[in-house]
């Protein structure tokens, strides 16, 4: 064989798209405190373990697993107060989000965001070969809905997207808003989808909302609340009607027999994930109220993170001395419109006072 084919310039070109498409990066750096990624800081219960374990010992390792996750919709139909054929499982909430754009978006179709956002909404719509439209959010990173409204009636998008609590800036939308957004979506024909991967954070959901009447989607995950970033297990509840397509565009035998299992398994525990998110939103509050204390700028959060801005020292530079002390944050301060900004997920009380007595140091002596 020629060498040839080995140089750089004689390899298999990438879609066109794709080679301009930047990758997703989290650092995920061995550090003592974790605090950029949003997690859970604790597991969830040990009778969980217990109880998963015993299950897993009966699964049938021969036979492909159960592809309507009959069990596991019905639960989480249970859990959410919807009818079991108005959800939709896949492995982790993003999964879900590529799926309703691989069966809505695509060539010629368009989703729209109010940036900024979670960059997976528009990451997702790209890979799939679907055009992106945004809008800029107001310098307080609240929603101008007027002209988000006023951009879906000009752009007649495919998808909307609204992210409620948002990632990173932790603001909850109101549900005015939600319902606004949806009549200017269902006008031109789209979907809207409310990510609501921190919805039990928050004073409010869209679930409500949620009929065969309306297109409007409301994705979870597993990940956040639940405590089981592990497991990649996400859903949506919406009209039985997206469903049906999406079940026909996902890929057969998706979700594995453990990882259903996990899924029933865990919301069995609802009282436990309730009373361990109360614990967050109480450290929320201990937290905000130290960092109210500093050198900084903070934004309200609906949410199990915090996203903030050193006004005196550049937020690389921070975020570079809590690594030093073994402190990981999220660094969004490169990001289009969070200049400077860096986001802390709400660990456990000592790893919070670990972070804030670092933080506190740093930005003292800088
Ligand atoms: C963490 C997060 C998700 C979760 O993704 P999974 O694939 O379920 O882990 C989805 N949306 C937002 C806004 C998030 O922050």
């Known amino acids: 064989m020629s060498s040839a084919a080995g140089a750089a310039d004689q390899r298999p070109k990438v879609r066109d798209d794709v080679a301009l498409i930047a990758g997703y ?3 995920q750096l061995d550090v003592a405190v974790r605090l950029n990624t949003n997690e859970a800081p604790e597991g969830p219960p040990d009778a969980f373990r217990q109880r998963l374990a015993e299950a897993i010992g009966t699964i049938d390792w021969h036979r492909y697993p159960d592809r309507g996750a009959t069990a596991l919709r019905a639960a989480i139909a249970r859990t959410e107060g919807v009818d079991a054929s108005q959800t939709f499982v896949a492995n982790g909430s993003n999964e879900v989000l590529q799926t309703l754009v691989l069966a809505y978006g695509g060539t010629g179709r368009t989703v729209l965001t109010a940036e900024p956002t979670y960059a997976l909404h528009s990451h997702i719509a790209r890979v799939c070969g679907t055009g992106v439209a945004a809008i800029d959010r107001n310098d307080d990173f609240s929603l101008d809905v007027e002209r988000y409204c006023d951009e879906i009636a000009a ?17 909850v939308e109101s549900s005015a808003t939600v319902e606004s957004v949806l009549r200017a979506t269902e006008a031109v024909g789209g979907i809207l989808v409310v990510d609501e991967a921190y919805g039990q954070f928050a004073p409010w959901s869209a679930l409500a909302l949620v009929s065969d009447q309306h297109p409007l989607v409301v994705t979870r995950t597993y990940s956040k609340t639940w405590s089981m970033a ?4 996400g859903y949506l509840c919406g009209p039985s009607w997206i469903v049906e397509e999406l079940d026909k565009v996902v890929l057969p035998y998706h979700l594995d027999a453990a990882k259903q299992a996990a899924g029933v398994i865990a919301l069995d525990y609802l009282d436990e994930m309730r009373s361990r998110v109360a614990s967050l939103v109480e450290e929320r509050g201990r937290m905000s109220a130290r960092l109210s204390a500093m050198a900084l700028q903070q934004w309200p959060s609906g949410a199990n993170f915090i996203l903030f801005r050193p006004t005196a020292v550049d937020g690389d530079a ?17 990001w289009p419109g969070l200049d400077g900004c860096l986001r802390v997920t709400l660990g456990t009380p000592e790893e919070n006072d670990l972070f804030c007595n670092a933080l506190d140091e740093i930005l003292e002596v800088s």
């Open 318 to 334: 921070v975020w570079q001395a809590l690594v030093d002390r073994s402190i990981l944050v999220r660094n969004c301060s490169s």
């Open 25 to 27: 990066h989290s650092p």
């Open 230 to 233: 592990a497991a990649r297990l």
């Open 155 to 171: 752009l007649r998008p495919a998808i909307v997207f609204l992210c409620s609590p948002n990632n990173p800036t932790g603001m």
